[in-house]
């Protein structure tokens, strides 16, 4: 049987208002049967939800410039998109992963169902690696400096906005979005304001603020 939590929505005839058509239910509780409401005119009934049918899929994991292969259940009448994250559960650990690319017959595809998909090639994003370009305070941008950070993946950066990370203490000036990333305007910010979450940034550039020269140089 499908597992649903209350809360949730789902799509099913109403004995009610809609025999012939489904319609979005609220689940109400969970069980062997379980609650829902119907949305349309508040008829509360009990249902048995259909069993849904997975099948087994090669997942390639990508995570701070390592990857490891396991095995995924997918729903069987799942559409795939890049983009679309999911949690995977390994012996080692549980991951939420980005799909970045599916392989089918054809070769790469960006959607595709589930039956035509060989395997799902996807990127950690619980936890993520940001790149980070800084330039010195006094505005030169011929002596930079490139660097790493480890912050959880829905950690969020704003134009304009000073970081302070252990000995680093920078403002970001600019921001790169990553290529599976959805949800924005333009793949470069740079407007104050502008904001993005860590595993959607390819990039960060910022000003150093931590000091007025560096001694490096």
């Given at each position: 049987m499908t597992t649903v939590s209350p809360g949730e929505r789902v799509g099913l005839p109403c004995p009610a208002c809609s025999p012939d058509v489904?319609?979005?239910?609220?689940?109400?509780?969970?069980?062997?049967?379980?609650?829902?409401?119907?949305?349309?005119?508040?008829?509360?009934?009990?249902?048995?939800?259909?069993e849904e049918t997975t099948v087994p899929r090669n997942v390639v994991v990508s995570q701070d410039g390592e990857s490891f292969t396991a095995q995924v259940d997918v729903p069987e009448d799942e559409q795939l998109a890049v983009g679309e994250e999911f949690l995977l559960e390994t012996e080692e650990a549980v991951v939420t992963a980005r799909i970045t690319s599916l392989e089918t017959a054809e070769g790469?595809?960006?959607?595709?169902?589930?039956?035509?998909?060989?395997?799902?090639?996807?990127?950690?994003?619980?936890?993520?690696?940001?790149?980070?370009?800084?330039?010195?305070?006094?505005g030169r941008h011929d002596e930079t400096e490139s660097f790493k950070l480890q912050v959880p993946g829905d950690y969020q950066f704003q134009v304009g906005e000073t970081e302070t990370f252990g000995d680093e203490e920078f403002t970001v000036e600019?921001?790169?979005?990553?290529?599976?990333?959805?949800?924005?305007?333009?793949?470069?910010?740079?407007?104050?304001g502008d904001s993005a979450v860590a595993k959607d940034i390819n990039r960060l550039y910022v000003r150093d603020e931590s000091t007025t020269a560096w001694s490096a140089w």
């Open positions: 489904e319609t979005v239910h609220e689940v109400l509780n969970d069980g062997g049967q379980v609650t829902v409401r119907c949305t349309e005119c508040d008829h509360v009934h009990k249902e048995q939800l259909p790469r595809e960006e959607e595709a169902p589930t039956s035509a998909v060989e395997t799902i090639w996807s990127r950690a994003v619980g936890n993520v690696a940001v790149n980070v370009t800084m330039h010195p305070k006094d600019g921001i790169h979005i990553r290529d599976d990333a959805h949800g924005y305007d333009f793949d470069k910010l740079d407007y104050e």
